[in-house]
């Protein structure tokens, strides 16, 4: 998390990464996962930078998203890594990784497929609007859920 | 957070919130606050859609946001109200409140005064790429900290 208010825990647990240690994972170790071992993960759409969802990573699903280079992440409710689009087909290529200054976000910029990142079937998540002390949906649904996730 | 596999939380908790409550702080109520209180709010900046920073939200820090026009957070370090560029004079000007599909992630655009978001003097917090298995710093230093927080 950002902020010169919160960089106490962040940068700590950063210095304290093993900079000696062999093998690939290192980087891994720089991030400063929360006490369940997670971090938020924010999905960007690289050509247009808009903002498509925000889930939770764990360290095989962040590792898993590199190496194959396809968004991965930690599902809270199943508890058990959620490729995404594995149901939808909505995939997310990866494009590049970021870390912010705490090293506690990720940020991934992915090319979505189908153009739909949302289970609503709306391009992302993000589509209500607070006007006038109202949530108001304000993005359309591109496919319905009912089509999408038909058996 | 966003997907179906993580939807059946959230969903519940919004259709729990009281539709028929009187009042003008109704929409706080469809926000689906974690154990602590308090959600991850992303603050994108409104013209060029890159991603500034992440922070964690409380009640009451959404609600003065609304209010005010200017971002506050909730730091968990400090267990107060942040009210972001309180020190560094770099504060966030809100543009657009937005809340994803299971209500448990904020979404604001902002114009970000100053044109720097991080407290390391960079535009915003996600300066570190992950290459070749290391993060390396991308994103330029605009002003030194020990400028922007010098008393």
Redesign the interface.
């Known amino acids: 998390?950002?902020?010169?208010?919160?960089?106490?825990?962040g940068t700590g647990a950063a210095a304290a990464a093993p900079e000696t240690a062999a093998g690939?994972?290192?980087?891994l170790d720089?991030i400063t996962w929360d006490e369940r071992g997670l971090v938020?993960a924010?999905?960007?759409e690289a050509f247009?930078?808009?903002?498509?969802?925000?889930?939770?990573m764990n360290r095989a699903a962040l590792l898993e998203t590199?190496r194959t280079g396809q968004a991965v992440?930690w599902?809270?409710?199943?508890q058990r890594l959620?490729r995404?689009g594995e149901?939808?087909g909505h995939r997310q290529r990866l494009r590049?990784?970021?870390?912010?200054?705490?090293?506690d976000?990720i940020?991934l910029k992915v090319d979505q497929v189908g153009g739909i990142?949302?289970?609503?079937g709306?391009h992302n998540?993000?589509?209500?609007?607070?006007e006038d002390?109202?949530?108001v949906d304000i993005d359309p649904v591109l496919k319905p859920a009912s089509e999408i996730?038909a058996k």
Chains 1, 2 share one sequence.
Not at 48 to 56: D, E, G, P, Y
Not at 75 to 78: A, D, G, L, T, W
């Open positions: 998390m950002s902020g010169k208010q919160d960089t106490a825990a690939a994972d290192t980087w720089a938020p924010i999905a960007q247009t930078n808009r903002v498509l969802m925000v889930a939770w590199v992440y599902s809270r409710s199943r959620w995404k149901e939808s590049e990784v970021r870390v912010d200054c705490d090293a976000v940020l990142a949302c289970h609503t709306r998540c993000f589509f209500r609007r607070l002390g109202r949530w996730y």
